[in-house]
């Protein structure tokens, strides 16, 4: 579609428990502090709710008081910006936070999944208990960062005990069981044989795969192994070794112009 044959788009917010056939739709807490008190829209403005499982409406603002926005629900908005692609990412932690960086460029870069580690070499970084409010810290920035990419599906976010965990595919059972078609890349800066082209042209018909990227201080031999174990091939980004988290995004875009086109 031609840049001008793209609609305005409208201010789009968020709302879990919209469901399919609904009538209408209660915006509250902080999508209403952000649509009354941000962005000041008026009753009779339209707008577009998604509710994060890839479902989309166009509505109206009928009504907003002090708890709630109404919308009157116009009809479902088909147009998805899904990847084809199902990309699950594990992720070493890493340190300060990039971590809400990665989340924010692999939702922008359509992974359906986000799987924290904390990596043998992982500078110990969540204090016991942290990991709750990581979480709910890093669902709020995949809601914006799926707003503002125009996403209809906010991708899981878990975090695994350790690479075991990671690669055994417990954070994503379904996605692990998916069995053919689906590949298990592990990025290895030390590989110097295979790259993930190679790998990449070996199954062009895929459409589902995990991405395993390791800690600042790199995988450790045992990690090697461990995930050759859980079916992971080793691949190379490349002679130059790369940031933790601008391999990441690397790698996504890399799968996503191979395997889905990103087009
Ligand atoms: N400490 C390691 C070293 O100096 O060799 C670097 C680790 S790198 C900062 C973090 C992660 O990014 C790696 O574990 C790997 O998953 C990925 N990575 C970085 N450069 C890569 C490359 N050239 N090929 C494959 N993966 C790479």
Same mark, same amino acid.
């Given at each position: 579609?031609?840049?001008?044959?793209?609609?305005?788009?409208?201010?789009?917010?968020?709302?879990?428990?919209?469901?399919?056939?609904?009538?209408?739709?209660?915006?509250?807490?902080?999508?209403?502090?952000?649509?009354?008190?941000?962005?000041?829209?008026?009753?009779?403005?339209?707008?577009?709710?998604?509710?994060?499982?890839?479902?989309?409406?166009?509505?109206?603002?009928?009504?907003?008081?002090?708890?709630?926005?109404?919308?009157?629900?116009?009809?479902?908005?088909?147009?998805?910006?899904?990847?084809?692609?199902?990309?699950?990412?594990?992720?070493?932690?890493?340190?300060?936070?990039?971590?809400?960086?990665?989340?924010?460029?692999?939702?922008?870069?359509?992974?359906?999944?986000?799987?924290?580690?904390?990596?043998?070499?992982?500078?110990?970084?969540?204090?016991?208990?942290?990991?709750?409010?990581?979480?709910?810290?890093?669902?709020?920035?995949?809601?914006?960062?799926?707003?503002?990419?125009?996403?209809?599906?906010?991708?899981?976010?878990?975090?695994?005990?350790?690479?075991?965990?990671?690669?055994?595919?417990?954070?994503?059972?379904?996605?692990?069981?998916?069995?053919?078609?689906?590949?298990?890349?592990?990025?290895?800066?030390?590989?110097?044989?295979?790259?993930?082209?190679?790998? &990449? +042209?070996?199954?062009? /018909? =895929?459409? *589902? #795969?995990?991405?395993?990227?390791?800690? @600042?201080?790199?995988?450790? %031999?045992?990690?090697?192994?461990?995930?050759?174990?859980?079916?992971?091939?080793?691949?190379?980004?490349?002679?130059?070794? &790369? +940031?933790?988290?601008? /391999? =990441?995004? *690397? #790698?996504?875009?890399?799968?996503?112009? @191979?395997?889905?086109?990103? %087009?």
């Amino acid at each position: 579609m031609s840049l001008q044959g793209k609609a305005m788009k409208t201010r789009s917010f968020f709302v879990g428990e919209l469901e399919k056939g609904a009538a209408s739709v209660l915006i509250t807490g902080d999508e209403l502090k952000h649509l009354r008190g941000v962005l000041r829209l008026r009753e009779g403005e339209a707008v577009t709710i998604f509710n994060g499982r890839g479902l989309v409406v166009k509505g109206v603002i009928q009504r907003i008081v002090k708890q709630a926005a109404t919308v009157s629900v116009l009809g479902e908005d088909t147009e998805s910006r899904e990847s084809s692609v199902h990309v699950v990412l594990l992720q070493a932690l890493v340190k300060g936070d990039k971590n809400d960086f990665i989340v924010q460029k692999a939702v922008e870069l359509g992974a359906t999944g986000i799987v924290f580690y904390a990596a043998k070499r992982t500078v110990p970084l969540l204090g016991p208990g942290r990991g709750t409010d990581r979480l709910i810290r890093w669902r709020r920035i995949a809601i914006e960062a799926a707003k503002q990419c125009g996403r209809s599906v906010i991708p899981g976010i878990s975090l695994a005990d350790g690479i075991e965990e990671a690669v055994a595919g417990h954070a994503c059972p379904r996605m692990f069981k998916a069995g053919k078609g689906f590949l298990k890349i592990m990025l290895l800066e030390s590989e110097t044989t295979r790259t993930i082209k190679d790998m &990449l +042209r070996t199954a062009p /018909a =895929a459409k *589902a #795969a995990a991405l395993l990227i390791g800690p @600042e201080g790199g995988f450790t %031999d045992e990690d090697v192994v461990h995930a050759a174990k859980n079916g992971f091939t080793p691949v190379s980004l490349g002679r130059r070794i &790369l +940031r933790a988290e601008t /391999a =990441a995004i *690397a #790698a996504l875009t890399i799968v996503q112009y @191979e395997l889905d086109g990103m %087009d």
